[in-house]
């Protein structure tokens, strides 16, 4: 079964982790953008993501997709910490050096898209580690996110070395879906507990 759908953005589209795309991610993990992360060496590991990306998707416990746009493999998008009972996740965009921040907010805008249509989630958060590239920060600007806090060391990038973390949320103002019980929208003549004349 699918969990993670495909979904398009300008010029490509967000789509779910894929053995056959295993060359392109392998490359995006050898060019890491959060401080501190070293490049991937064994592309085995790949192979134990991708089902982790399917287990995570099946428990909704986060959702992954490649970004591809013109045929390549620019980056990735996920959502991780997912918390149903607060209705809150944590974004995540990384990217070759050409991914564009037109594609890195369309990809973001998207992926964000469909986890608030489908799972009602209403919370977003995202974490901007010192050193990453400032034009992360314009695609969350364009995203909504705004600035909520500022974590002193919060990010360990070697034995003695911390980066600062800067927390980013956006609140989806749409309106929640209301609950209804079975027969809210039933016609008169459908209630078997009524009578013709409309009395209960």
């Known amino acids: 079964m699918k969990f993670t759908p495909e979904l398009e953005i300008p010029g490509g589209c967000i789509k779910p982790l894929h053995y056959d795309d295993i060359d392109g991610l ?26 982790y990306s399917v287990q995570m998707a099946a428990t909704q416990r986060g959702m992954m997709w490649a970004i591809e746009t013109e045929g390549q493999i620019k980056g990735m998008v996920s959502g991780f910490d997912w918390q149903p009972s607060n209705l809150r996740i944590v974004m995540r965009v990384d990217g070759l050096p050409q991914l564009t921040v037109e594609e890195r907010t369309a990809s973001l805008k998207a992926a ?24 992360i920060k314009a695609a969350l600007s364009e995203c909504g996110f705004t600035l909520a806090a500022r974590l002193r060391d919060g990010w360990r990038t070697g034995n003695t070395e911390f980066s600062d ?3 980013y949320h956006w609140i989806s103002s749409e309106n929640k879906p209301v ?22």
């Open 26 to 51: 392998f490359e995006l993990y050898k060019h890491p953008e959060i401080p501190g992360q070293r490049p991937l060496q064994d592309k085995e590991q790949l192979n134990r993501m991708i089902d």
């Open 112 to 135: 964000i898209s469909f986890l608030s249509t489908k799972y009602h989630v209403r919370n977003f958060a995202y974490q901007w580690i010192e050193g990453q590239s400032d034009d």
């Open 165 to 167: 973390v800067e927390q």
């Open 179 to 200: 609950p209804r019980k079975l027969g809210d929208d039933d016609e008169l003549g459908q209630n078997l507990n009524a009578n013709k004349r409309g009395e209960s």
